[in-house]
């Protein structure tokens, strides 16, 4: 397995974090349709040790100086440059081959993903957006934790929300008991507005910086939020947001259900979806990016 170098891996793979999303936001058309069918049950099963002890190293370890740090390092982007398709077969070195059959590769999830956006007949930049936006999870392959690239997002800097999942853990976390950081608002002013918020580190801010360049504003916010749990869906925060936040959190929220329920066992057909995908990173992005 391609992460097994790493020390720390609670998660036998980057998409137990994402099952476990599952579990906790359920498919509302898949209840619908159970229920019609008496087949739903909610099960409250626990969460697996894996899925808990991944929490507890991310809410220990991502401290304001961790970002700081990581922002420092990766936002020079000096690692690598890739085409945009040199950059997939990158980035799905990160497939789980200990369990071939049922795990789908990073790219056959981003092609669901805007394959879905597509048939629902959204603008093709979203389209794009959801082609790409788990393309930060390349930080694994530089060697980062799993911890400080995939689960739940958060602002740091300021006193952690306990609509974030597993909210005790935060406790081991230093920024807890330091007193610039454990205020409501901490290090930021009342509705200064998310842009000025640094967030816990991860995937979504390092994909964000990669193409905030190439994509509207919508786009951008589908990107770099779309962890942000505890605010598109918990409402969270609503002391850091200003009127362009509250503008954008709808496409946020458009966004989550095709990152989160688009999942099927059916990989789509690259080879005849290609041309169209060639055409549309053309429009909008630059022959090579940087890593
Ligand atoms: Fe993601
Ligand atoms: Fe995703």
């Known amino acids: 397995m391609s992460q097994a170098k790493f020390e720390s891996v609670p998660l036998a793979n980057l998409d137990e974090w994402e099952e476990d999303l599952l579990r906790r936001y359920p ?38 100086d961790f970002v700081q740090e990581k922002r420092k390092d990766f936002l020079k982007f000096d690692k690598k440059e890739m085409t945009v398709w040199d950059a997939f077969d990158f980035l799905n070195q990160l497939v789980d081959d200990s369990d071939p059959d049922t795990d789908l590769d990073q790219l056959q999830h981003l092609l669901q993903t805007s394959e879905a956006i597509r048939r629902d007949g959204h603008p093709d930049w979203m389209v794009l957006t959801g082609l790409m936006h788990d393309m930060g999870k390349v930080l694994c392959l530089f060697g980062e ?3 400080a690239v995939v689960g739940d997002t958060f602002p740091v800097g300021c006193a952690y929300s306990d609509k974030i999942i597993y909210p005790e853990y935060f406790a081991a976390n230093p920024d807890f008991t330091d007193d610039r950081f454990n205020t409501k608002l901490g290090v930021y002013q009342q509705n200064c507005g998310l842009r000025k ?8 801010e390092y994909v964000y910086h990669m193409l905030k360049d190439y994509l509207p504003e919508p786009g951008l916010y589908m990107l770099r939020y779309h962890s942000f749990y505890a605010w598109h869906r918990e ?9 362009h936040d509250r503008e954008m959190l709808k496409w946020v929220k458009l966004f989550n259900p095709y990152d989160l329920y688009s999942k099927s066992p059916e990989p789509p057909d690259w080879k005849k979806l290609r041309p169209y995908y060639e055409d549309l990173v053309a429009k909008y992005l630059p022959a090579t990016l940087k890593f």
Not at 46 to 61: G, I, S, W
Not at 197 to 204: A, F, I, P, T
């Open 27 to 64: 498919d509302p058309e898949a209840i619908a349709t159970a229920k019609a069918t008496g087949e739903y049950r909610n099960y409250e099963s626990p969460a697996r040790d894996t899925v808990k002890e991944f929490y507890r190293l991310n809410h220990t370890y991502q401290t304001w």
């Open 145 to 147: 934790q799993q911890w």
């Open 197 to 204: 918020v640094d967030m816990s580190w991860g995937h979504d």
């Open 235 to 243: 409402g969270a925060y609503d002391y850091l947001l200003d009127d």
